[in-house]
């Protein structure tokens, strides 16, 4: 079974803080994705990897940035975090085939105050 | 840019009776997939449609790919409350991502 793990299932911050959110994965998946999750807006795609070090823009990457130096790991980084930015944040793996499924981490909620 | 849309978003429904939601794409999608969200959960995996007018059944649920592939549907016959959930579809955009519909939250009232 693929394991998709989120490093905190629940996480408050102040304004201006930096965050980091963290998923790391074990079934040598290629893709990985940071989704937000919104009432009413569905999952949107924030960043998506489909390598080490590769990294490419989603539909909403303004006011996030993202890390891949290994594999299995992939970081979202909030350099100032906003009250706009409170949500759902769920990692999902992915082999490298488009038909192929996506494993979603159990997701982080983020509260910004 | 590219868009897919769900509707309803919400839908309570008694227990037993039938349940449809319905995908609508902007643009010609090469597979579509369906996930399900329990409330707390995560999104699962629950199938993939390929070809132009497939229709697929796993137990009560019927997965259905439109004849020109921007349009699919679920339906759940006969709902129980374990059904209760959000579910999404997923259409492919470009080389190595999905883009996700906005979801229906189903309610099954015992």
């Known amino acids: 079974d693929v394991k998709v793990t989120q490093s905190s299932r629940y996480l408050v911050k102040r304004t201006g803080e930096k965050v980091f959110l963290e998923c790391v994965q074990d079934m040598d998946h290629e893709n990985m994705f940071w989704y937000r999750q919104d009432p009413g807006l569905g999952l949107r795609l924030i960043y998506f990897?489909?390598?080490?070090?590769?990294?490419e823009k989603g539909d909403i990457p303004e006011g996030y940035s993202v890390s891949r130096e290994k594999k299995e790991r992939f970081s979202l980084i909030l350099e100032s975090a906003s009250t706009n930015q409170t949500s759902m944040y769920l990692c999902a793996t992915s082999g490298l085939a488009l038909t192929d499924t996506q494993y979603f981490g159990p997701g982080t909620r983020l509260t910004v105050l | 840019g590219q868009q897919v849309m769900q509707i309803p978003q919400y839908q309570h429904v008694q227990e037993g009776e039938d349940f449809t939601t319905y995908c609508n794409s902007s643009?010609?999608?090469?597979?579509i997939q369906w996930y399900k969200q329990r409330p707390g959960g995560h999104p699962v995996f629950l199938i993939q449609?390929?070809?132009?007018?497939e229709v697929k059944k796993q137990k009560r649920l019927t997965f259905q790919f439109g004849e020109a592939k921007k349009n699919s549907s679920l339906h759940i016959t006969a709902t129980q409350t374990t059904d209760v959930g959000t579910y999404f579809c997923a259409g492919p955009s470009g080389t190595y991502k999905y883009i996700f519909g906005t979801g229906t939250r189903l309610k099954v009232l015992a």
């Open positions: 990897s489909y390598d080490v070090k590769m990294k």
């Open positions: 449609l390929v070809k132009s007018g």
């Open positions: 643009t010609t999608l090469s597979n």
